[in-house]
């Protein structure tokens, strides 16, 4: 089945910076690669996604890439700011409904 | 109504406790999903429901049965639990199952269950 890993697990930056997290897949056949944001107690809400025919997408200050080749897409988020701070989880799938989620990532913005 | 809704928030039960999980979306969607959460971990895809049809039953334990009542309701009730059960339980929706078009699914906020 598919195996999703996501790096990092931890990500501490300084508010404006930006921070990238990075997930890589196994199954070639994965053509959908939604982002989740998830804060301490709150549901995990959709931020962006990116299907396989397409090789980068972007909302405002988010932004993720694909590279189908290496099988990994990236999340960017740039002029990060202390709201940004949750667990984000990305996720991939062939089947339309088996979303494989990536261990998440804690991301941490300091004033 | 853009978004899903879960009752109730918080539920305590002992293991002998008959309770049940609700879930709500008035936006359309023929596919429901209920996942589990356990800290710091990913969802797990528990069950799918399509059309008011379980499609995907992912080897949950019997204690857990899920019904689909209709297209906007889905229920999930709970029985004979066990400490380790103890996580949140997510309820998630979708336009519909497969193509590449319908994926996205948005979650509820969940209900948080302590089996003691």
């Known amino acids: 089945g598919e195996n999703v890993e996501q790096h990092p697990s931890t990500l501490s930056v300084q508010e404006g910076d930006s921070a990238v997290i990075k997930c890589t897949y196994s199954?070639?056949?994965?053509?959908?690669f939604p982002w989740y944001k998830q804060e301490l107690g709150k549901r995990p809400q959709l931020i962006i996604d990116?299907?396989?025919?397409?090789g980068e997408k972007k909302d405002q200050r988010i932004a993720v890439t694909l590279n189908k080749t290496a099988k990994h897409f990236s999340l960017h988020i740039t002029e990060t700011q202390p709201e940004d701070s949750a667990v984000y989880f990305c996720?991939?799938?062939?089947?339309?409904?088996?979303?494989?989620f990536g261990k998440g990532t804690s991301l941490l913005v300091t004033p | 109504d853009t978004e899903v809704t879960q009752t109730p928030k918080h539920l305590v039960m002992g293991m002998t406790n008959k309770k049940s999980l609700k879930c709500e979306q008035h936006?359309?969607?023929?596919?429901m999903y209920w996942y589990k959460q356990k800290a710091k971990k990913p969802p797990e895809l528990m069950f799918v429901?399509?059309?008011?049809?379980?499609?995907i039953n992912e080897s949950v334990p019997s204690r857990f049965s899920p019904e689909c009542p209709n297209s906007s309701l889905l229920n999930l009730h709970l029985h004979a639990l066990q400490p380790e059960d103890s996580a949140l339980y997510l309820c998630?929706?979708?336009?519909?199952?497969?193509?590449?078009?319908?994926?996205?699914?948005?979650f509820g906020p969940g209900t948080r269950l302590t089996v003691l």
């Open positions: 996720a991939a799938t062939n089947s339309g409904y088996a979303l494989n």
């Open positions: 990116i299907r396989s025919n397409v």
């Open positions: 936006m359309g969607h023929r596919a």
């Open positions: 998630a929706s979708s336009l519909r199952l497969g193509g590449i078009s319908y994926n996205e699914q948005f």
């Open positions: 429901y399509s059309y008011e049809k379980l499609s």
């Open positions: 199954d070639s056949a994965s053509n959908y």
